[in-house]
């Protein structure tokens, strides 16, 4: 599978550092891209992406240089329309962690996979297909410390609050202890969407910038078109969030 991690920055530098580690870590067999928007950053940013960049070719990013903070309303779009190139692409936040296997989970419910027997009415003779599921928003379960309100859609457990205290080998054990729960009905950060379902969306209102509530303006755009079924959380991919 190939995928864009879509990621709006202003100020995060220690938490990208993480987080961008996780990614190389932890992406597995798929192509990853990693598309950063630097919004007015001041904390060398922008100097470490340049660098980077020189060694990772699937790390890009653009830079707002009009002096004022735009939002990551702005932010998203502008990646997703100047920089994402990859059919499937992903909102994701600097302070988040990407557990092993959590790509898998994606891709498992963006593409329909199986095998399908063909030219033989006895089905002796079976081909592979990977056919794409675009009529939903796929999002990957959250794992929080209690400094972030409890809900049905995550796990609040604490394996650290910052990268200097993070517990990563007690995370990686409590990820494999999971249960194998089905998908569920709902959608939050970190969500997988098809770039051109996006696009013909007209993406991101910013009427919302440079505050939040951009994403649930989509969502309730996006399941008006498509019905009440078109969000999936799947409970075999995991996020460690920060703060």
Request: glycine share 8%; with cysteine; hydrophobic share 30%.
């Amino acid at each position: 599978m190939k995928i864009s991690l879509v990621c709006s920055t202003r100020n995060n530098l220690k938490y990208l550092k993480w987080s961008y580690d996780s990614v190389r870590k932890n992406q597995g067999q798929h192509e990853v891209w990693l598309c950063y928007g630097v919004d007015h950053c001041t904390d060398g940013t922008l100097e470490w992406l340049q660098e980077l960049s020189k060694t990772d070719a699937k790390v890009k990013f653009i830079v707002n240089n009009t002096g004022e903070r735009l939002g990551h309303t702005v932010m998203y779009d502008k990646i997703v329309y100047e920089l994402v190139e990859t059919d499937l692409a992903m909102i994701w936040h600097s302070d988040m962690y990407l557990c092993k296997g959590a790509l898998d989970a994606i891709e498992e419910l963006m593409y329909e996979i199986g095998y399908d027997s063909t030219g033989d009415p006895d089905g002796g003779y079976f081909e592979y297909y990977e056919s794409e599921n675009r009529n939903i928003i796929v999002s990957l379960t959250r794992i929080e410390p209690s400094l972030h309100p409890s809900g049905p859609e995550k796990i609040v457990k604490d394996f650290g609050m910052e990268p200097e205290n993070f517990d990563e080998r007690g995370l990686i054990e409590f990820v494999k202890s999971q249960p194998n729960k089905p998908p569920t009905n709902g959608v939050f950060a970190p969500w997988c969407f098809w770039v051109s379902e996006f696009k013909e969306m007209g993406g991101h209102d910013w009427l919302f910038s440079p505050t939040s509530k951009e994403d649930s303006d989509y969502f309730n755009r996006y399941q008006l078109k498509h019905g009440k079924n078109c969000f999936k959380q799947t409970w075999q991919g995991f996020v460690y969030h920060l703060t």
